[in-house]
Structure formats: structure tokens, C-alpha cells
């Protein structure tokens, strides 16, 4: 199923979200974030496609790599940390929701706007994952 032709108002609502977190949120940030929540919502059309958008804005394939074990990687500094930590959070949301020490560190390095937008870019990788798992999108073949 193809969201854009089926259900084209919903697919641009959901792009004016991504439009603002690109314009809205580092880049750098932003694709680590994209591809950290595409891979614990098991999205390949997203691990796919925001693995190689990080690499064409010159992001080492080392660090990305390192995304699936952030925790134990030397690679990131206190901003991305905390941001990954935020991701894993709000992917995994919970019956308590995100565990005030996780939001506690971010709310250390990242200023009240800048952690909204990082919370809405969140919220819409999220939004873009269930999507491509739930229409069973796959990237393409060549690339």
C-alpha cells in the first residue's frame, strides 16, 4: 500500500511535521534520531533510508553503526547521549512514560524550545515508522 496515493491529506499532514523538525532541529541530531527509533520500531525502509541520508550529509558509518549500542559507544557527545536517550524513551513509551531522570539530562543540555522540537522530531519518526512497518514498505532494491 502506498500512503501517498491512498491517503494523500494524512501523508502531507505528516510531512509538515517533518518539514518543521528538519528545519527545526540539527541535522546531525536529527538523523541519529531517525535512525536510532527506526531501528528499535524494526523499520528497514527507514534504517534504510536514514542511514544512507546521515552518510550523504557526511556522517561516518562508524557512528552509525554505533547507534544500535549508543550506550556503550565512546562516539557521541552529551547532547546526542541525551538525545538518544530521550528517543529510546518516547519509542518505548511505557505505562510511566519517560523516566524523569531521562528527561532530567535532557532538559540539562538542550534548551525548553529546543527539547519541544526535539520531543515533536521524536513523535514523527515515530509516526513515519508505524507507518512503513504497519504498509509493509521496503527500500528499494537499488539505491
Same mark, same amino acid.
Given at each position: 500500500?502506498?500512503? &501517498?496515493?491512498?491517503?494523500? !491529506?494524512?501523508?502531507? /499532514? ?7 523538525? !528538519? &528545519?527545526?532541529? =540539527?541535522? &546531525?541530531v536529527l538523523e541519529l534520531v531517525k535512525l536510532r527509533a527506526s531501528m528499535i520500531n524494526g523499520c528497514a525502509y527507514c ?5 544512507? =541520508? /546521515?552518510? /550523504? ?11 544500535? &549500542?549508543?550506550?556503550?559507544s565512546p562516539f557521541f557527545d552529551e547532547r546526542e547521549r541525551a538525545a538518544l536517550a530521550l528517543t529510546d524513551a518516547v ?8 523516566? =524523569?531522570?531521562?528527561?532530567? =539530562? ?35 532494491? !537499488?539505491?
Amino acid at each position: 500500500m502506498n500512503p &501517498t496515493e491512498v491517503v494523500p !491529506q494524512a501523508y502531507k /499532514a505528516v510531512l509538515g511535521l517533518e518539514k518543521y523538525v !528538519q &528545519t527545526n532541529v =540539527d541535522h &546531525t541530531v536529527l538523523e541519529l534520531v531517525k535512525l536510532r527509533a527506526s531501528m528499535i520500531n524494526g523499520c528497514a525502509y527507514c534504517v534504510d533510508m536514514h542511514s544512507r =541520508d /546521515a552518510l /550523504a550529509g557526511g556522517e561516518s558509518s562508524r557512528r552509525l553503526f554505533a547507534v544500535a &549500542t549508543w550506550r556503550e559507544s565512546p562516539f557521541f557527545d552529551e547532547r546526542e547521549r541525551a538525545a538518544l536517550a530521550l528517543t529510546d524513551a518516547v519509542t518505548r513509551l511505557g505505562e510511566h512514560g519517560v523516566p =524523569d531522570e531521562v528527561w532530567d =539530562d535532557a532538559a540539562k543540555v538542550w534548551s525548553e524550545k529546543e527539547l519541544a522540537d526535539l520531543v515533536i522530531a521524536i513523535a514523527t519518526i515515530n509516526v513515519w515508522n508505524r507507518i512503513g512497518v504497519t504498509m509493509r514498505l521496503e527500500p528499494p532494491a !537499488q539505491a
